[in-house]
């Protein structure tokens, strides 16, 4: 573990402000990245993993906004509030202008991978010139300079004959060969950092496979650290160094990836496991969560799993536990965010479990379903009907 | 083209004899079958056939698109030949011979990856699409030359499920009128009778009856597919094609679509083709898998038998693309070369064979394994560009480890190495066209000129390699169907390699 990380996040709040209210997508996380270390960030859709790594380069459009937190990348402060004479909240002066944020940090130093490479590419210019463009402007380099380094990046990232395929068009490439076109961008700077937002997801499993091997190439070779967002435990198991498991906007468990599967502290990532059918063997039953992730828009009061936790007790509804270390493994901090464990002090020992139908037949998922309006009434013991 | 894919036909009568008397669940299946149609009072047609019989034969199906559909979409301009405008047309070949059959009561997994044909092999099973040519045959019936009023009255004993269920439900109707729908259509039950009806499927769906006169926007993906699941059941079918249909949807939700549709299996004694590209749910939810690469269906056995013990090169690779959710894991993954063919002009023989890494060494020449693999990565880094122009000694020791193969096979493997070095008479002109290019201030033109002769000069070598090793092979000549001996379960297991031979 080296001393400072590249990236640090701290109490990180993201909302969107909507008119049917405040949607906390992202809802005080905090995580590192160190140098040459790829980062899981893994949750269903609605977690707010998107929103997390966009933050990062603050890209959040209106109505959404970064509303507190920090994050420091090589000392430098991207985003960072304090507190003003008049007790309002405004941004610190150390913090980077918009100006500086587009110019030296993204795509020379972060740079983000998108999960359509389709949307990402212009459709009316040539792959080559759309990579060539982008170097040329931050590289500083001249045309024909770019150019070269643009083919030479397209044969690192295994596209076959890239000087005739320069001059080609998005269109005339397979998905698989345009996510190296936009990988072959992202390293394009020699970023110290990518995120990648599901970078395999829109792909075939034996071209995912061919993705995720060059990905692990590249980055010995450039020693490059990722943010690997999905919600594929598949490839967090293959391709991530450390993982963080988000649910509802906050971070519930943070640890190795081989504590994440094989010493799981959270009970989210536990059902999360157990819900999923296994490639390498048959499994008889799934052993589904129960209900659907409520809206960012109402949690739940307490712990905002609680309404689904096999593990729940009247305590859970209470206590709001923050993600607090619970083991350490290969000198990096396991944390979890569950009260069951002794660290948080708390009654969940004594506390009475609470029935949130675990065990109960098929019907009780979709019958509590509809959103998250209902979700907090129905723990109080009812079915929830209109 | 159909008698050698006949090994398909795994339904002989001793084998799904056997199958339906080990299988124990079978009479509970057929008792609350039959109460269930008791309870609703409608004709079940389905009882003609026997659990684990055929319900549904495939035999020769072939599913052909013409290309486009404009003025001059059967011209083609192929300036290399006189005349240069030829009128015929290009078809994709999407399902291209098809022959297996579903029995009854089983869930066959359809797997392969985009672009391989398994929605329109299955939207063609529904006649959704027009056959080209083959049979579909259910209960003993030709679906392909059904017709008119037949058709749309066989249609109520086979349903379909997509996979996006927001864009499958019309999102003006409430939910109870899209689960009446077809029972409508059909002339099923009065107004009271299917009301009653579409609440009892909710609740047996895992909806709240109560939901009845709620729009499709209110609900969460996995409920709007519990909505399909509802649609389909109401008219009582006894097949249902299901397209991707938890792709959409997370984790936690498709675990419980899939138990839903397992436990519907049996209350309903369903027969599911299940058609999905993620290996995992189709391990967990299939009796028996099809492996489908190209318009063909390259293995299809027992789910136990697919995933142990997988015979054709096609599946083993797909198999060992797919991350495994355990970190200690780390076996090695067999990457794919290339990319799938274009399904207008597909690859004579196995189809899989021009990107196949155990692709047979022709037989007209004497080998070793070793100068055979050299070989053939040679052949294949030409065809795909994948290096960049270097000189023969450097072409013999990257490829070959210095020494070429014996006897023709070096002659011809030398050839093909003069047209791409660098350093060779034939070449010479052409890296010479390529500096002047590099050198010219308007560089794109030129270098597309010398690129012009290097391209021809590849072209030459590509096709002199080809020609004289991979089309010679027995994979390119004849198409593969094997029948083997299974090591797990009793039922036959059909792959399409010639490995086996």
Redesign the interface.
């Known amino acids: 573990m080296s001393a400072e990380p590249l990236l640090r996040v701290e109490d990180l709040k993201t909302q969107f402000f909507t008119d049917a209210g405040t949607v906390r997508a992202v809802d005080g996380i905090s995580f590192e990245v160190y140098e040459g270390e790829i980062v899981g960030l893994v949750g269903e859709s609605g977690a707010g993993k998107s929103v997390a790594s966009m933050s990062l380069l603050r890209l959040i459009e209106s109505p959404g906004e970064i509303v507190g937190g920090e994050i420091t990348y090589k000392g430098e402060t991207i985003f960072g509030l304090e507190e003003g004479p008049d007790g309002e909240l405004r941004e610190r002066e150390d913090m980077l202008t918009n100006e500086e944020v587009r110019t030296r940090i993204r795509g020379n130093e972060i740079a983000v991978i998108f999960q359509d490479p389709m949307e990402s590419l212009n459709p009316v210019f040539t792959v080559g010139s759309q990579l060539r463009e982008f170097i040329e402007l931050n590289r500083d380099l001249s045309n024909g300079a770019a150019r070269q380094e643009a083919i030479d990046m397209l044969r690192e990232v295994g596209i076959p004959d890239p000087e005739e395929r320069y001059e080609e068009y998005p269109h005339q490439f397979s998905g698989g060969m345009r996510q190296r076109v936009l990988i072959a961008m992202a390293l394009a700077c020699e970023p110290s950092l990518i995120i990648a937002d599901e970078p395999t997801t829109a792909l075939d499993v034996t071209v995912e496979g061919q993705i995720i091997d060059l990905v692990d190439e590249l980055q010995q070779k450039y020693d490059t650290s990722f943010i690997w967002v999905t919600h594929d435990m598949g490839v967090v198991a293959e391709i991530c160094d450390r993982v963080n498991v988000m649910y509802l906007g906050e971070i519930v468990e943070q640890a190795p990836v081989d504590e994440l599967f094989y010493d799981t502290k959270h009970p989210y990532t536990d059902a999360l496991l157990d819900s999923m059918p296994r490639p390498d063997r048959t499994v008889d039953e799934l052993d589904p969560i129960t209900g659907v992730m409520p809206e960012a828009i109402s949690p739940p009061s307490g712990c905002r799993f609680h309404p689904r936790c096999p593990d729940a007790r009247k305590a859970c509804k209470r206590i709001h536990p923050e993600n607090r270390e619970v083991a350490r493994a290969e000198g990096y901090p396991h944390r979890a965010a569950c009260i069951k464990h002794d660290v948080f002090g708390s009654d969940y020992e004594e506390s009475v479990p609470i029935e949130n139908g675990a065990g109960a037949d098929q019907q009780t998922p979709a019958s509590a379903t509809d959103g998250g309006r209902g979700e907090s009434e129905r723990t109080d013991g009812g079915e929830h009907d209109e | 083209m159909s008698e050698r894919t006949s090994g398909t036909d795994t339904g002989t009568g001793a084998d799904t004899n056997a199958n339906a008397s080990t299988d124990t669940d079978t009479p509970s299946d057929a008792g609350q079958f039959a109460s269930e149609a008791g309870q609703f009072g409608s004709e079940m047609s389905g009882e003609t056939v026997p659990y684990g019989e055929p319900l549904v034969e495939i035999e020769g199906l072939k599913k052909y698109f013409d290309q486009s559909s404009g003025l001059f979409s059967g011209v083609s301009v192929d300036t290399s030949q006189f005349p240069p405008i030829s009128v015929g047309e290009e078809r994709v070949k999407a399902v291209d011979d098809v022959t297996f059959d579903i029995r009854r009561g089983e869930t066959l997994g359809l797997v392969g ?2 672009g391989c044909g398994k929605s329109t092999l299955g939207r063609t099973i529904l006649r959704l699409l027009e056959p080209t040519a083959g049979r579909i045959s259910f209960k003993g019936e030709d679906l392909a030359t059904l017709s008119g009023e037949d058709l749309r009255t066989k249609r109520s004993e086979i349903q379909m499920i997509f996979q996006d269920p927001q864009a499958s439900l019309d999102p003006r109707l409430t939910i109870g009128q899209i689960i009446e729908e077809p029972m409508h259509a059909h002339g099923m039950l009065d107004d009271e009778g299917r009301e009653a009806r579409a609440k009892d499927l909710l ?1 047996r ?4 009856p ?2 009845y006169n709620r729009y499709p926007h ?3 993906g ?2 709007r597919q ?1 909505v399909n699941l509802a649609r389909a059941l109401s008219v009582n079918p006894d097949f249902i094609v299901c397209d991707e249909p938890v792709s959409a949807l ?7 679509v ?3 549709m397992e ?1 519907l299996q049996d209350e309903f004694g369903l027969t599911y083709l299940f058609i999905a ?5 189709i ?3 299939s009796d028996r898998v099809a492996v489908m690469y190209l318009g063909n269906i390259v293995e299809l056995a027992d ?2 038998e697919l ?1 142990e013990n997988p015979q054709h090169p096609y599946t083993e ?13 780390t076996g090695a ?1 067999g ?2 070369e290339g ?1 799938v063919p274009s399904p207008v002009d597909p690859p004579s023989g196995c189809r899989f064979r021009t990107r196949c890494p155990r692709l047979i060494a022709p037989e007209a020449y004497e080998w070793t394994d070793e100068e055979w693999a050299q070989t053939r990565a040679f052949m294949r880094a030409v065809k ?3 290096f ?1 122009p270097m000189t023969a000694a450097e072409l013999r020791a990257d490829f070959f480890g210095g020494t070429l193969p014996q006897g023709e096979p070096g002659r011809i493997v030398e050839e093909a190495i003069e047209l791409v070095a660098t350093d060779h008479e034939s070449a010479a002109e052409v890296t010479q066209a390529g500096q002047q290019g590099e050198t010219a201030t308007d ?1 794109g033109q030129a ?1 597309a000129g010398g ?1 012009q002769s290097r ?1 021809v000069a590849w072209n030459s070598a590509t096709t002199l390699l080809l020609e004289s090793f991979a089309e010679q092979s027995i994979c390119a000549r004849e198409r593969p169907a094997y029948e083997i001996e299974p090591e797990y379960g009793g039922e036959s297991h059909f792959t399409a390699c010639h490995l086996q031979r």
């Open positions: 990856e985009s609740e769906v895992g909806l709240d109560h939901h209110a609900f969460s996995g409920q519990r997370d984790v936690s939700i498709q675990a419980q899939l138990n839903t436990r590209h993620d290996l995992s749910v391990r967990h939810i789910k136990e995933f690779a797909l198999l060992e693309s797919i991350p495994v959710p355990d970190p200690r894991e993954r990457v794919l990319e795909r560009r994948t960049e560089g270098t690129g391209v």
